[in-house]
């Protein structure tokens, strides 16, 4: 059983936010119980005008200095970010992590965000759909530029890379045209971690294709087991091993989550973790530290290290281009 | 602390600034891949009191032909802005500039990776505005071909509007030219407000942008003239926009290479400059003038006469001015030029450096200088033990930190 928490630092306007110094002691406490990762959100999904003092990945690239196991995953937006500097972020990400970082891809759009970003009329949702697809394509593709021992460091014959092992993507599509290469090395975990969240149906054929992690939201233990088990029939329909796409149902937390709930998620089988939801205020995280985490503990689903250095091991996923 | 004391920048770029300075025996080769390194280089400056660490960028390969850049070590790094989120959260009180393109990026995108910085440092974090002139990077965004210089400089016009906006919270929405942004930013007022804004674009539009948005611009100049007409010029059109010459600190470049003695220092650079394989060399003169066939002409002959390019407009008259006043062949242009990319070169003692720093300092032809140590870690360990000292001597710089913002540090305004 995969453990993963969520930690959205995005509050309503007003709310009180998390500190730097507040989240760093919440994310050591998951490291130590063995959480295989932290899932850090920065905006409400609902669009609602919210404060958080953090973007993700920047918050990211600190957390991965003072954190040593943990897997780290962030939320980024395909309208948010053009795909190269997306890629590129999240590659030098896991190099700054030592190949503990994920992205999470949200595949629903936050229906005030391509507002900000001058696409005052958003995109239809087919079109939003096909352009998410094309982008992680891309990202996917960016990642996999360099190859694995493309870095030659030669001094003295005067060649510090490869150009041999070095692939331009020369992506031409619909929405994006990407020449490449990605100008950061290879990720220590082949690629980062790939994340997909909020999917609608139809797009769990493409997630089933690409994902590492699916999470599934809003679901209830029962749905949760069902459509896991055809995520993974579409996985096996596309080729991919039963372990290269694990699932995790996403619980929320706080005072709704008791003894009683938490134990109908634990004992149902057919996903292969749980993401426990939390949104960032000083007593839902103390709630969970304090009454989750021990139930969690008693149950023996927590651990005293993590599996792996990368999050890849720690998901016992195999290496990002492998499959 | 009465008397004006010098800015100092440490820029840090991977192996080092020298093009040949990944193959130094002493240099640190997997720089590009090793976060404690920059870790370590960060902490190294911020001991040393200087105002800040700057990170250039672009989105994209330096160099197109695949052998050349094989040769160097800059096609491939880390991502500043995360590496600079990676640094605040291992440093207390240094300034942590990054670079950021205007062209690729979109306003509300970064005034919101900006304010995070700010947040996560404390207020420590600067944006270098790059308009990015490379067609290697354009290929990256889906576009066909670089955009004229003119259009790239009323898209950084309007984007660093924008993001002044969104970071004073001035009314919400903006509908222009080349952006659209509806919502006030959702990340709260970050602790100097405005992030520092940084600027190096030296031609005409360049320094008008810089006169009307920067509070530190970084420079190329070689001689003392060119440093100091740069910095009349500029400190000039600040009234224009109702500045006072203090509201803007001129940092030019400088690459220096001290030891204990002149003819050390000198055999030191010698070493370096027989690193420099000449194809290396000469491809790293084309691409700052814009021309992508050099490698045609005669190495050993004079630089043949070239039309002006869509690209580094300045920087290009810069390095045909260096040659011909000179009378410098290819080769030995190329040479010169890639071991400080057209920055100040000074070989010397720390008295000696110490001296030159000085000269244009109280000559009015500097507010600072951004350091380019030539390799890392050994060249910013000299430049620290060994200029350093010798600046704090003379009262040219601080020995301890006066403030905790990057602005408290400049003695920058807030600004309105």
């Known amino acids: ?66 954190t040593g196991s943990i897997g780290l995953v962030a939320g980024a937006s395909t309208l948010a970010h053009q795909p190269y500097n997306l890629a590129r972020r999240f590659a030098s990400l896991d190099i700054i992590s030592h190949g503990r970082v994920g992205w999470n891809a949200t595949m629903r759009q936050n229906p005030r965000e391509a507002a900000k970003f001058s696409q005052p009329e958003g995109f239809g949702d087919e079109d939003f759909r096909r352009r998410a697809e094309e982008y992680i394509g891309i990202v996917r593709g960016l990642w996999q530029g360099w190859e694995a021992d493309a870095l030659l460091f030669d001094k003295a014959g005067g060649r510090f ?24 090395a290879r990720s220590p975990q082949d690629m980062p971690v790939l994340v997909m969240s909020s999917l609608s149906e139809s797009q769990f054929d493409f997630a089933a294709s690409f994902a590492d992690v699916i999470v599934l939201d809003d679901v209830s233990p029962a749905d949760a087991k069902s459509t896991g088990d055809d995520l993974r029939r579409l996985a096996a329909t596309s080729g991919r091993r039963p372990s290269a796409l694990k699932v995790l149902a996403a619980s929320l ?24 939801t939390l949104p960032a205020d000083i007593p839902t995280t103390l709630d969970f530290t304090d009454r989750v985490l021990p139930e969690l503990r008693r149950r023996g689903l927590t651990r005293s290290a993590n599996a792996g250095a990368t999050l890849r091991e720690h998901l016992g996923l195999g290496m990002g281009g492998a499959e | 602390m009465s008397a004006r004391q010098m800015k100092l920048g440490l820029f840090l770029w991977a192996t080092g600034h020298h093009i040949a300075a990944w193959r130094h025996p002493d240099a640190y080769v997997r720089a590009g891949i090793d976060i404690d390194h920059y870790i370590k280089l960060a902490q190294t400056a911020e001991a040393a009191k200087f105002d800040m660490v700057f990170c250039e960028d672009a989105a994209g390969l330096r160099e197109a032909n695949v052998n050349i850049a ?30 950021a393109s205007t062209s690729y990026n979109e306003p509300y995108g970064l005034a919101r990776m900006f304010a995070s910085l700010d947040n996560l440092s404390g207020g420590r974090a600067g944006w270098n505005l790059v308009t990015s002139a490379s067609p290697i990077e354009a290929a990256n965004f889906g576009a066909t071909g670089l955009r004229p210089h003119a259009d790239r400089y009323a898209r950084a016009r309007e984007f660093a509007t924008v993001v002044a906006s969104l970071w004073n919270r001035h009314a919400a929405g903006h509908t222009g030219e080349s952006f659209s942004v509806r919502d006030p930013l959702d990340i709260p007022p970050s602790p100097q407000g405005t992030p520092v804004m940084v600027q190096a674009g030296a031609s005409e539009d360049g320094k008008d942008l810089a006169a009307r948005t920067a509070d530190v611009v970084f420079s190329a100049a070689q001689t003392f003239g060119e440093a100091k007409a740069f910095y009349d010029d500029l400190k000039g059109r600040l009234v224009a926009y109702g500045r006072q010459p203090d509201d803007v600190k001129i940092m030019p470049g400088v690459a220096p290479i001290v030891a204990a003695t002149k003819a050390e220092a000198q055999a030191k ?50 390095v045909i001015e260096q040659a011909r006043r000179d009378g ?52 910013l360990d000299a430049f620290v033990t060994l200029v350093m000292p010798e600046l704090q001597r003379r009262g040219l710089f601080r020995k301890d930190y006066e403030g905790r913002t990057l602005r408290e540090h400049l003695g920058l305004k807030r600004p309105i």
């Open chain 2, 328 to 379: 410098l062949s290819i080769r030995e242009l190329a040479r010169y030029f890639a071991g400080a990319r057209g920055h100040w070169r000074v070989v010397g003692t720390a008295e000696e450096i110490a001296d030159e720093l000085q000269a244009r300092f109280e000559g009015g032809a500097a507010d600072g200088f951004n350091v380019m140590p030539s390799w890392f870690p050994g060249e």
């Open chain 2, 269 to 318: 650079y010698d070493a370096l400059q027989e690193l420099i394989p000449d194809d290396v060399g000469v491809a790293l003169l084309s691409s700052y003038l814009s021309i992508s066939d050099l490698g045609r002409y005669p190495i050993d002959g004079p630089l043949p006469e070239l039309p002006e390019s869509e690209g580094m407009k300045s920087r290009q008259a810069l």
């Open chain 1, 1 to 66: 059983m995969h453990l993963a928490i969520s930690l959205n630092i995005a509050a309503k306007n007003g709310q009180d936010v998390l500190s730097f110094d507040q989240i760093v002691a919440f994310v050591r406490k998951m490291e130590a119980a063995g959480f295989d990762m932290v899932f850090i959100s920065d905006s409400l999904a609902s669009g609602e005008p919210s404060t958080s003092p953090f973007e993700a990945t920047t918050l990211l690239a600190a957390l991965a200095t003072v």
């Open chain 2, 70 to 99: 094989s040769q160097t070590s800059r096609s491939i790094g880390f991502e500043p802005i995360s590496l600079l989120a990676a640094l605040a959260a291992q440093t207390e009180r240094i300034g942590l500039v990054s670079t």
């Open chain 1, 161 to 184: 890379h490869d150009p041999g092992r070095m692939h331009f993507l020369d992506h031409k599509g619909e929405f994006f045209s990407v020449r490449g290469p990605l100008n950061v």
């Open chain 1, 253 to 276: 937390t706080g005072p709704g989550l008791t003894t009683d709930s938490l134990d109908r998620w634990l004992t149902t089988p057919g996903f292969d973790g749980i993401n426990f």
